[in-house]
């Protein structure tokens, strides 16, 4: 079964670009969870949907960063203007169903770079 | 303080020991408890999860959860090399019902 497809793998970009990260979650998972990991935060939650409904934006870090979930398979985190505090990787993840039981399953992350 | 706390190691363990990995949580209120493994350069991957009061084990992992103490730990017995890696303990229910909070991790080693 194919797990949470993430594109690109890795991005480097100079500053002031806009940058788009992609994301194709488990088929049939109805949550969707955009991630951040950085050696000094860890792992920051930063925005997740249910039913392609965007549930709770207040891991945003500033309006630079807005996420979309047109439909069922597909998801986007666009940074725009990027700068380099951004760099990080960036991870989606999906979980069958809204809940506290829920496991979530993540993807293999995108690697950003801004220069 | 942290949401959630486990002790950042290294944590450096002979090989066929038995490794033990601590987590606390502030949110008397959690519900569910969840341990993941991420190898350096790669994703957090699911590894156990426990709801209950008790210990769960599922071959060489256990998990052992007392919310009382709000408290949970992970017990990885005859420990290996490839079990080398940073483990995140996530918490989720509570104030923060659908969310995984996790924690910064605990770097793992086992030494031949």
């Known amino acids: 079964d194919a797990g949470v497809i993430q594109s690109p793998r890795h991005e480097v970009t100079e500053m002031g670009q806009e940058v788009t990260l992609r994301c194709k979650p488990i088929?049939?998972?109805?949550?969707l969870f955009w991630y951040r990991q950085t050696m000094m935060r860890g792992l920051e939650l930063l925005i997740y949907?249910?039913?392609?409904?965007?549930?709770?934006d207040s891991g945003m870090p500033e309006d630079r960063f807005s996420a979309k979930m047109p439909n069922a398979s597909f998801s986007t985190l666009k940074i725009q203007p990027s700068e380099p505090r951004d760099s990080a990787v960036y991870f989606c993840?999906?979980?069958?169903?809204?809940?506290?039981?829920?496991?979530?399953?993540f993807g293999d992350g995108t690697r950003l770079s801004i220069l | 303080q942290k949401e959630v706390e486990q002790n950042s190691g290294p944590l450096s363990v002979p090989e066929g020991a038995i490794a033990s990995l601590n987590c606390t949580y502030s949110?008397?209120?959690?519900?569910?408890f969840f341990w993941y493994r991420q190898y350096s350069g790669k994703s957090p991957e699911l590894i156990m999860f426990?709801?209950?009061?008790g210990d769960k084990e599922d071959g060489r992992f256990t998990a052992q959860l007392n919310k009382a103490s709000q408290y949970v730990s992970l017990l990885i017995r005859d420990s290996q090399p490839s079990d080398s890696a940073t483990y995140l303990c996530?918490?989720?229910?509570?104030?923060?019902?659908?969310?995984?909070?996790f924690g910064q991790g605990t770097i793992l080693t086992v030494h031949p």
């Open positions: 996530a918490v989720a229910g509570g104030t923060s019902y659908g969310k995984l909070t």
């Open positions: 426990i709801y209950s009061n």
């Open positions: 088929s049939g998972h109805n949550s």
């Open positions: 949907f249910n039913n392609n409904v965007p549930i709770d």
């Open positions: 949110d008397r209120g959690s519900q569910s």
């Open positions: 993840a999906s979980s069958p169903r809204w809940g506290r039981n829920q496991p979530q399953h």
